[in-house]
């Protein structure tokens, strides 16, 4: 235990292990869209290690260069019979120190989820890929300090992952999914994907052993350790590559988690468990909608949460709407979502329906249905007085013209004049 206690006093490690920490929590917390939905949670964990890797990864590499560039070589000459066992050491103690703050930013971000999430739980293959690759980054990064011990090695290193981290979160399939640095947002209707993150694993791992392979070859290691050690790494980074590129490179299983919480009846309200403590607001925003749409064409009976895109249609008879966080924002927004599927009047913004004057009388009658007459801003004097006249009319008689035009509605082809 010697030359580690050695190491953690005169290393680079501990001083480092608070800032990466400070730099871990900040991204975290930067990526939290809800501190009670443990997708997102989890999330923000993963992508911490894209703030905190290009300092950790300067400082292995300036640890590794450390003593050839000094002529000294002196934590090196703390090995015994292996000439190896120093640098590893060194390079242990700093992948240790990099675990340990990886594990503190998961501890801050997610306690608070465990205290107020209504469902589901962490995602641990997920975090354990990231934290992974993040110490496989240090290792890798010690082994080019030891290979290049130049003095801009440090510099380079740090910019580099930086750089290439930027460059790949704007990339997709195999070769993202074999970078360790991701940002990635799972809401709770779809779930990580399990086979590619233990393929990460592997992979990481053969990186991390063949860097560190190679800083004993880099001290004359003998041949017994030398060649078992690149045989493992081989072995590891091989069978976790084949794995990625299989699944090809697929980070998520969409819609796995296809599940409601309903209650009420007019109308029947359905949510995520995830988003549980968010059906009060939502129920009342449906409920003031479906009080307006009650005795025409439109009314409701069921809305249900559902995933954007893909698996966004809802059962038959039930009106969709989407939640990507628990705050007024995304509730308004849902809200939104209920009035226009209720009114059928989405495609008016798009598609062969597309009128610039239709589509502006059909959103009128969603602000209307919404209750927010701010959400619609007139263009031209018929424009504000049909929304003048309209928005003064008592409910029934709303209701009624709603039902008489209900067939305009649903074509797009409403006019300044049909409200006047």
């Not at 800032?19 to 923000?44: I, K």
């Not at 995602?123 to 030891?146: K, N």
């Not at 790494?233 to 990625?244: D, K, W």
């Not at 299983?253 to 309200?269: E, L, M």
Request: with cysteine; net charge positive; proline share 7%.
């Amino acid at each position: 235990m010697t030359p580690v206690r050695i190491e953690l006093r005169r290393g680079p490690g501990l001083w480092s292990l608070p800032v990466l920490v400070g730099l871990g929590v900040f991204m975290a917390r930067a990526q939290m869209s809800a501190d009670n939905v443990w997708s997102y949670a989890t999330g923000a964990v993963t992508s911490a290690p894209v703030l905190m890797a290009p300092l950790a990864v300067g400082v292995a590499a300036w640890a590794g260069g450390r003593s050839q560039r000094r002529a000294a070589r002196h934590a090196w000459l703390l090995a015994g019979r292996d000439p190896a066992q120093a640098p590893l050491v060194e390079a242990g103690v700093l992948a240790a120190c990099a675990t340990v703050a990886y594990a503190l930013v998961s501890m801050v971000t997610l306690v608070p989820t465990a205290a107020t999430a209504t469902w589901g739980g962490p995602f641990w293959w997920w975090l354990a890929s990231a934290g992974v690759g993040f110490t496989a980054a240090i290792c890798v990064a010690y082994g080019v300090g030891v290979l290049l011990p130049g003095r801009f090695t440090p510099f380079i290193a740090a910019l580099v992952t930086y750089l290439a981290t930027t460059w790949n979160l704007g990339q997709y399939g195999t070769w993202y999914a074999m970078f360790p640095f991701t940002v990635e947002l799972i809401p709770p209707f779809s779930a990580p994907h399990a086979p590619t993150m233990r393929g990460q694993m592997l992979w990481f791992t053969g990186l991390a052993l063949l860097a560190l392979t190679l800083v004993a070859v880099k001290v004359r290691s003998s041949a017994r350790v030398v060649i078992p050690a690149v045989g493992a790494s081989l072995a590891l980074a091989v069978s976790g590559a084949a794995i990625v590129i299989g699944e090809n490179g697929r980070y998520v299983d969409v819609n796995r988690h296809i599940v409601w919480s309903c209650s009420g009846s007019s109308p029947q309200v359905c949510i995520h468990p995830a988003f549980a403590n968010s059906f009060s607001p939502i129920s009342q925003r449906a409920q003031a909608i479906t009080q307006r749409l009650a005795a025409t064409p439109f009314a409701i009976s069921r809305v249900e949460q559902r995933p954007r895109g893909v698996g966004g249609l809802p059962t038959p008879g039930a009106i969709a709407y989407a939640l990507d966080a628990p705050t007024v924002e995304h509730y308004d927004r849902a809200s939104l979502d209920i009035a226009i599927a209720a009114l059928g009047v989405d495609s008016c913004a798009h598609g062969p329906r597309r009128d610039n004057t239709a589509h502006a009388m059909a959103q009128l009658v969603v602000a209307w249905a919404v209750g927010d007459d701010n959400l619609f801003t007139p263009r031209t004097p018929d424009q504000q007085q049909a929304k003048v006249h309209f928005l003064s009319l008592p409910l029934r008689n709303q209701q009624q013209w709603l039902t008489a035009h209900a067939g305009a509605v649903r074509t797009c082809s409403l006019a300044p004049q049909s409200f006047t």
